[in-house]
């Protein structure tokens, strides 16, 4: 609705974990390395936290992105609120699998054994990404854990790499056998205001955008609004470029924002 009045190409604020858009902090950047080695070194699990909009779901899928490059077969579980049988059918399912009508937890277990002893073969790795992972049922929790028990003497045939919100940190720590399987941590903490900055102009130049849009008074209002947190930046400056639109603003100054957080937080 707005792109012809900003010179945009496409909405550049969406709140879609879209890759492309990816603006890489040297906090981001770290995290993306952590699991990258994870799943290259075969280290069995890796754990990333951080709070609700940090950016999270999008660093899993340039994470994707980059291994879907090299031989990677990759199970990506989004609701992982399911029970144990139904958890193990999703993973197959995401393979490429469709399981027999009636099929037990055994047949389901030798299949993904199966499937992951002929990547290996093949020279190809097996990742399961579990996002949201801090829904996951203590029981289905437990069927995780033992999905790491798929391995060699010299190698784990499963990268497990668990993604979700603070509180997955401490239900872990009290699963002891998963939690002294877990090779690698990264908790995702809020942009500071000079990456905030280096956001906003990232996500404005990739949908197309050429000139500043964002007067400085205006950035620092995003920031301290949103606390760094890339989704509430998201909200912020896309209605900032909406309400710039209507009222035929050349810039979003701070008059602006502040009447669209003020907005917001009368919702």
């Not at 990268?159 to 603070?166: D, K, S, Y």
């Not at 602006?256 to 919702?267: C, E, R, T």
């Amino acid at each position: 609705m707005y792109l012809e009045h900003w010179n945009l190409q496409e909405f550049p604020f969406e709140n879609v974990p879209d890759p492309k858009f990816m603006y890489y902090s040297q906090e981001f950047e770290e995290a993306l390395i952590r699991l990258l080695y994870a799943v290259e070194r075969n280290k069995g699990a890796a754990l990333l936290t951080g709070e609700v909009g940090c950016g999270k779901t999008t660093l899993s899928r340039v994470l994707i992105q980059r291994l879907s490059e090299n031989n990677t077969d990759i199970s990506l579980i989004t609701n992982p609120s399911l029970e144990p049988l139904d958890f193990l059918k999703e993973i197959l399912y995401q393979l490429g699998i469709t399981p027999p009508g009636g099929s037990s937890k055994s047949d389901l277990l030798n299949l993904l054994n199966t499937r992951m002893l002929d990547n290996m073969r093949e020279e190809k790795a097996t990742l399961l990404i579990i996002d949201e992972a801090q829904v996951i049922s203590r029981a289905t929790f437990e069927e995780v854990r033992l999905l790491l028990n798929f391995q060699l003497n010299d190698r784990f045939l499963l990268t497990l790499i668990l993604i979700g919100q603070p509180e997955l940190r401490d239900i872990i720590k009290e699963i002891k056998q998963l939690d002294q399987r877990i090779a690698l941590r990264y908790h995702l903490i809020p942009m500071k205001f000079e990456d905030a900055v280096k956001y906003i102009s990232t996500r404005l130049k990739v949908a197309g955008g050429k000139k500043d849009i964002f007067t400085l008074e205006a950035l620092e209002e995003i920031y301290r609004s949103s606390a760094g947190i890339p989704r509430k930046i998201n909200n912020i400056c896309d209605m900032s470029l909406m309400i710039g639109f209507v009222s035929k603003s050349s810039l979003i100054d701070s008059v602006i924002v502040n009447k669209v957080v003020k907005d917001m937080s009368s919702d």
